[in-house]
Each structure stands twice: as structure tokens, then as C-alpha cells.
């Protein structure tokens, strides 16, 4: 556990010049020793200089996953048959053409196309040399018959089944191949629909489009963006547990945050949360684990019980910009800072008294607590990656909510394998843009080694 030093220590309250100077007796913590339980960051596995793209993602999606996916697509493509009647064009598919298969959806990734078919036509998202490799019909074979899970066992009840062992492999690969930074961000990563097809779609194609069935979380390093750890809260109807429960409730965000961070415990790690994951209750829970937080506060959003109410309400008279007021329980400090609005903070990461570097805005330099500093420098860096990196997710648009699932961690895994390639030695060989490693990618699981990225 870390080292506390106390003392009394007088503070001018904020509270502005029209209140008057009162002073208030604080016990607050002026050092705290947080340092990470593990010293070494990034990689664990060197790469050599002549690693490839596909070398990376293989990483995280290695052949024997893909057999796998191979057994499991024929699995259920002779069941389907023997259900169904018998498919006189099907033939069993192989390592290599799942392989291919996978390139080509990446590829929407590159293209931002929604549709992969768009790679046979002869319109604007054609591409010959991509075309030549597997035929179109041959392709939505694989695409008609693709499981990762053919069956449900007669135990399982999770309405993910058919995507939870590769979710779970997935997991173990990002645990095995990077060691995360002390700082990290509990976070949704922006999925939303592309901008692109929705102003450009007709009403009947949105009509037709289902509504998203799930709810992504993200455990992420706020140093590099590596992503540590996936959450996938699916909507099994209506009911209490359902999506539209946890858009509402804070108990059910507090629930996704230990998911989450289930193994971050005693590494001594400071994580940053927005207003629906901050609460007094759930930090308490984790910092007995080891876990120490700092977090956006919203009277609104916010799991709010145990809190002062005299620091959730605005004063009738604003302060001055920079000034802050600071409310103590324990080790866990509530900081009300203002800046052209009221912004609350809840951290026991941080001494509330410590001041950081000055924050520089266009209209000046403004004070701050260097908790508000650290939330503010380590979110910017995460919507830094969300507008980088969420513009490579796979564009294609499964109607079933397990394939949705699967694409989006496959894109995941993929910008993992990116940032994992910026880290190592092969980076200073070639120097691929996000793009470029993508475009790579594909040729690789194409066969197409030897082409090199257009842009």
C-alpha cells in the first residue's frame, strides 16, 4: 500500500472576493507514493525489423484461431445443409481463403465503403487486384456460412455465445503482448454509424438498418491508446439489464467498470472515468483493491450518494476563473473548479492542494489542481485516438449482433497490432501511415505480398 503524510493546513476558501476571506481547516494528503506495482511498459515480445503487418495482427488473431474458424464455418455449413438441403456450390473453405476472406473486410476499413461487394463491381470502390484473388460468389459463400461458434452448448446462456471464445482469446493476446502505463481511461470508443452513409442513404435503407443490440467498454492506456481490455454489454430485451437501463442507471455503469478492471488489482493503477462511471462508493471499492481514480463529476450522470450537496450546487455568484473549492473524506478529495462553468472532480489519486503545470487556454494561463490537469491532458489524448484510429473501423454492417460484435474487436485488434508496429523496430524500416499498415494488412491475408501501399 502507499505512503500517507498528513497535516493540518489552512486554505483560503474560493468561494469569491464578495464572500470574504474564510478560512477552513483541511487534512489533506500532500505526497502520495503511486508508484506502478510493475515498472516496464509496452511490448513484451521484441519483433524483428522485417516483421510485417500480418505478423502483427497475428499477434492477437494467430493461425490456430483461424482453423478454428475454418472448422467451425464448415461445422455449420454442413448442418445448415443437412437442415436445409443440400448447397451444390459450396465447398469446404480453407485456412488460406479465410485468410483472404478476412482481407477483404478489413479492406472496408480502408475504403470507408460499407459494402465489401463493392470490390467486384466496376464502380468507385473497385479494385481489380483485390478482385482476382477469390471470386465474388465464392465469397458470399464463405460470408453466408461464416461462425466463429457453429452451436450452442447445452450450457450456455450467454447471448454471445457465439463470439465469446474469440472475445476471450482475444483478451488473453492483448494481456500476453503489452504492459499498459500506470494512467488509463474507462471509456466507450466512438462506433457510431458512419456520417457518410447516414447523409447519404435513403430512409428505406435507415429503416432497414437495425438498431445496435450492444454496448462497447473499453479499459485503455492513456499513454500509448493500447487498448487492455473489451466489454460487451448486450441488450437482451427490454428488461431491467437491458442497454437502455444502462444509458440511465450509474449502478450499472459501476458494474461494467469492475468488469473492466478485474485484473488491475493491486498494480496500483490511476484510473480516469467520465461522469457515468464516477462515484464515491465504487472508488472506495477499488482503491481497497488497489486501484486508485480520478473522475468527471455530474450532479446529472452522477452516482452522487455520499457526497456534499453544497458542492453540487452552482453559488449564486460565480468565482473567478482558475479559483476551486476542495471537500476531503478520507484520502478522497471532491474538487469544485471553475472555468467559464462549474467542473467536479472526485479523485484519491491526486493531493487536491497540488498544483500542476498551468493549463494554456487562448484567453491565458488558468490555475488548476493537478487532478483536473492530469483528467483534462489524459482524455484529450484519448479523443486524440478516437478521431485518428475510430475512422478505420470495418465498415461492413452485419445484421446479427454477433457478427457486429466480431468486427468491431477484429478492428480493435487491428489498431492494437498498429500501435504495437509504431513501438518496434520494424516502424524504423518502413514507416507506415494507419492507412498504409491497413492497406498492407490486406495484401498480406490476400497473398499479395509484394504490392506496397498507394499512399
Known amino acids: 500500500m502507499p505512503d500517507y503524510r498528513t497535516r493540518a493546513l489552512f486554505m483560503q476558501s474560493t468561494l469569491g472576493d464578495s464572500a470574504g476571506p474564510e478560512l477552513q481547516l483541511l487534512s489533506i494528503v500532500l505526497s502520495r507514493d ?29 493461425d490456430n484461431v483461424l482453423k478454428n474458424m475454418v472448422v467451425q464455418t464448415n461445422m455449420y455449413a454442413k448442418k445448415f445443409q443437412e437442415r436445409f ?22 479492406s472496408t476499413s480502408i475504403s ?53 471464445p474469440f472475445l476471450d482469446s482475444l483478451q488473453n493476446s492483448f494481456d500476453s503482448a503489452f504492459r499498459p502505463s500506470q494512467t488509463q481511461v474507462l471509456h466507450e470508443p466512438l462506433i457510431d454509424e458512419d456520417p457518410v452513409f447516414i447523409a447519404t442513404c435513403t430512409e ?8 445496435r443490440k450492444f454496448s462497447l467498454w473499453v479499459r485503455q492506456c492513456s499513454s500509448t491508446g493500447f487498448i487492455i481490455q473489451i466489454y460487451v454489454h448486450l441488450k437482451e430485451g427490454g428488461g431491467p439489464d437491458g442497454l437502455d437501463a444502462l444509458k440511465n442507471k450509474p449502478q450499472l455503469h459501476s458494474m461494467v467498470a469492475r468488469s473492466l478492471c478485474r485484473n488491475a488489482a493491486g498494480k496500483n493503477y490511476i484510473i480516469f472515468t467520465g461522469p457515468s462511471i464516477t462515484s464515491l462508493t465504487l472508488f472506495e471499492e477499488f482503491e481497497k483493491q488497489g486501484i486508485y481514480c480520478c473522475g468527471l463529476l455530474s450532479a446529472r450522470k452522477s452516482d452522487c450518494t455520499g457526497l456534499p ?6 453559488p449564486a455568484t460565480p ?17 469544485c473548479w471553475y472555468n467559464k462553468g462549474h ?28 487532478a483536473v490537469e492530469a483528467f483534462a491532458a489524459h482524455l484529450s489524448y484519448i479523443c486524440r485516438y478516437d478521431d485518428k484510429y475510430s475512422k478505420y473501423f470495418i465498415s461492413h454492417k452485419p445484421n446479427k449482433t454477433w457478427q457486429q460484435v466480431f468486427w468491431f474487436a477484429i478492428s480493435i485488434a487491428i489498431n492494437n497490432a498498429y500501435i504495437l508496429y509504431k513501438m518496434s523496430d520494424a516502424y524504423h524500416v518502413k514507416r507506415y501511415s494507419r492507412a498504409q499498415f491497413g492497406e498492407r494488412l490486406v495484401r498480406e491475408l490476400l497473398g499479395l505480398e509484394d504490392a506496397s501501399p498507394t499512399h
Not at 204 to 211: A, G, P, S, T
Not at 319 to 335: D, F, T, V
Open 204 to 211: 428505406r435503407e435507415l429503416r432497414k438498418r437495425k438498431k
Open 85 to 106: 438441403g443440400s448447397d451444390g456450390a459450396w465447398v469446404e473453405v480453407t485456412l488460406t481463403e479465410m485468410k483472404a476472406f478476412l482481407g477483404y473486410m478489413i
Open 343 to 370: 467542473f467536479r472532480f472526485l479523485t484519491n489519486a491526486y493531493s487536491p492542494v497540488q498544483q500542476g503545470v498551468i493549463i494554456k487556454r487562448k484567453s491565458g494561463e488558468i490555475p488548476c489542481p493537478l
Open 309 to 314: 450537496l453544497s458542492m453540487l450546487t452552482n
Open 112 to 164: 470507408h465503403c460499407e459494402s465489401v461487394l463493392s470490390i467486384w463491381s466496376g464502380g468507385f470502390y473497385s479494385n481489380r487486384s483485390l478482385a482476382l484473388v477469390m471470386s465474388q460468389a465464392r465469397f458470399e459463400k464463405i460470408l453466408k456460412y461464416f461462425h466463429v461458434v457453429a452451436f450452442r452448448s447445452s450450457q450456455t446462456t450467454h447471448g454471445l455465445y457465439k463470439v465469446q
Open 34 to 62: 503511486l508508484q506502478p506495482s510493475d515498472s516496464f511498459t509496452g511490448p513484451t515480445r521484441k519483433m524483428p525489423p522485417s516483421a510485417s503487418a500480418v505478423d502483427f495482427f497475428q499477434l492477437f488473431v494467430p
Open 319 to 335: 468565482p473567478a476563473r482558475g479559483q476551486y473549492q476542495i471537500k476531503m473524506k478520507g484520502n478522497m478529495s471532491l474538487i
